[in-house]
C-alpha cells in the first residue's frame, strides 16, 4: 500500500494520506508502516500513543513540549477535526505561522508535526476521536501552551465560541512565550 504527501509546510509540516482499501465488507489501511514512512523523511519512532474523544466546538490546544522535544502524527480516526501547527522555533523564517487542514474519519489526512510546532485541534463534528504519536514521552514539568487566539498568529479557527480547558484559557501569547525563561530551554 502507499502513502501520499499531499502538501508540506515550513519544509517540515506534513499532510499526508495512507492508500486504502474498500470493498462490500469494509476497508483496511496500514496507518502506519516504517519504512513507507522514512522513505517520505517522516519519523519512524514513536515513544508514547495518544488518544483523545471529544465533542463538537471543542479545542485543545496550541501544545507544545521542550524536554524531551515531541513532534506528532495526529489524526482523527472518528468523525472530523481542524488539526493546526504553528511554528515557534526561535529564529525560523516561518516563526508564528500556521498550517490548518481538516482531517476526518473520511479523508485520512494526517498531519506531522515535529518538535519546534505547537499543536491543536478543533472538533467539528458531533463528536470526534483524534490519536496521535509522539516522539518523546510526556513531561508535565517542560510542557508548554500559546493562546489559540493570538493575533499575532491569527489561526481562523473553524469554531465560534470554543470549548476550552482551564488549562488552555491561561496560555500566553507567542511574544510573551518567546520572551519567558522557559523559551530559552525549548529545544527542537
Same mark, same amino acid.
Given at each position: ?52 474523544? @471529544? ?29 493546526? /501547527? ?41 463528536? /470526534? ?12 514539568? @517542560? ?46
Amino acid at each position: 500500500m502507499q502513502v501520499i504527501v499531499e502538501s508540506e509546510h515550513f519544509r517540515d509540516v506534513k499532510v499526508i494520506v495512507p492508500e486504502l482499501f474498500q470493498d462490500d465488507r469494509g476497508f483496511f489501511m496500514e496507518a502506519f508502516r516504517e519504512d513507507l514512512y522514512a522513505e517520505l523523511g517522516l519519523p519512524t519512532t514513536f515513544l508514547q500513543d495518544n488518544h483523545s474523544g @471529544s465533542v463538537k466546538g471543542v479545542l485543545r490546544g496550541l501544545h507544545f513540549q521542550w524536554e524531551p522535544p515531541m513532534g506528532k502524527l495526529m489524526r482523527v480516526t472518528r468523525g472530523s477535526a481542524f488539526l493546526v /501547527a504553528v511554528d515557534i522555533r526561535h529564529g525560523s523564517p516561518t516563526l508564528g505561522q500556521w498550517v490548518g487542514v481538516e482531517a476526518s474519519t473520511e479523508n485520512r489526512r494526517q498531519v506531522w508535526a515535529p518538535a519546534g510546532f505547537a499543536r491543536g485541534f478543533a472538533v467539528l463534528s458531533d463528536y /470526534a476521536e483524534i490519536q496521535y504519536k509522539c516522539t518523546g514521552i510526556y513531561n508535565n514539568r @517542560s510542557e508548554g501552551g500559546i493562546r489559540w487566539d493570538d493575533p499575532e498568529i491569527g489561526i481562523e479557527w473553524p469554531v465560534e465560541n470554543p470549548i476550552l480547558s482551564s488549562k488552555d484559557t491561561g496560555t500566553p501569547s507567542l511574544s510573551e512565550w518567546l520572551s519567558s525563561a522557559d523559551s530559552q530551554n525549548f529545544r527542537y
